[in-house]
Every structure is written in C-alpha cells, then in structure tokens.
C-alpha cells in the first residue's frame, strides 16, 4: 500500500560530497549539490543567489545550523534548519532542533525533537515584535 521512496539528492547533481571518514569543524559554505556521509561541527550555509540542496545521508551528522534552499536528512542532525524552498526528513532522519520551512515532508520512522516553524509564522512574528534577527539567506532573499 505505502511504497518507500529512496533517499536524492534531490533534482540536482551531487557537486560537493563529505564522505563517511571526514569530519569538519568548522562553517561550511557551498553552492550546488552537497551530499554529507561524514560529520560537519559547524554551520552549513548556501550561498545567496544560487540553486543549492543539502543531502544529509544516513550515516552522516550536522552540529550545528543550516541554511539552504533545499535540505534532505536522513542522518543526525542538532540544531535549527533555516529552508527557503523545502525540508524533506527520510525514515532515518533524527533531527534535534527547530525546522524553519515553506514546505516539509516526513517519511515514517522520521524523528523530530524541536518545533515546526512555517515561513509565514516566523515573518509575522518578526513583524509583531521584533524578534531577533531574521537568518542570512533569508534576509538575502528578501533582499
């Protein structure tokens, strides 16, 4: 009845891939496809302007915050996850943070410890009572 759909890299191509022996202390900026199978301490940014997806593979893990147009998780990740376009948590996906999105997708098995926070909710809440600061590629965006 139900069919799994495999884990993608979404409709681009992988351009950057951390593979499972890497791990990365420190940010990481990126443009296009990246696909992590290793571990990232540290802030994973897109840059402005461009088409990016972020693929998190099962065996990989992110410490820290996201920021992409496009993120797929299907490992460990800890922290909030700012999307422009779409999140998207894979079966194996376990995810310890706030997901700030347009559009969200969870496949069964998926575990979420944090809040779902909708675009539009964080925007009018950032105009109600100024909240803090609005993250960099969204302010980009605006821009």
């Known amino acids: 009845m139900f069919k799994t759909k495999p884990i993608r ?6 351009d950057t891939l951390i593979g499972p022996q890497v ?5 990481v900026v990126f443009s296009g496809g990246l696909y992590v199978e290793g571990h990232i301490q540290g802030k994973v940014i897109a840059e402005a ?3 990016a997806v972020l693929t998190l593979a099962e065996q990989g893990s ?3 915050e996201i920021q992409a147009p496009v993120v797929v998780i299907n ?3 800890v922290g909030d996850v700012h999307a422009l376009e779409r ?3 894979a079966t194996k996906a376990r995810v310890q943070g706030n997901l700030h999105y347009k ?5 069964a098995g998926a575990q979420l410890t944090g809040r779902l926070v909708h675009a539009d909710a964080l925007a009018a809440e950032h105009a109600t009572h100024d909240a803090g600061p609005v993250p960099e590629a969204w302010a980009a965006a605006d821009a």
């Open 9 to 14: 890299p979404d409709v681009g191509a992988i």
């Open 23 to 27: 791990t990365i202390r420190g940010d």
């Open 103 to 107: 559009v969200v997708e969870m496949s």
């Open 87 to 89: 999140i998207e948590l």
């Open 75 to 77: 490992g460990r990740m």
């Open 49 to 51: 302007g461009g088409r």
């Open 62 to 64: 992110i410490e820290g």
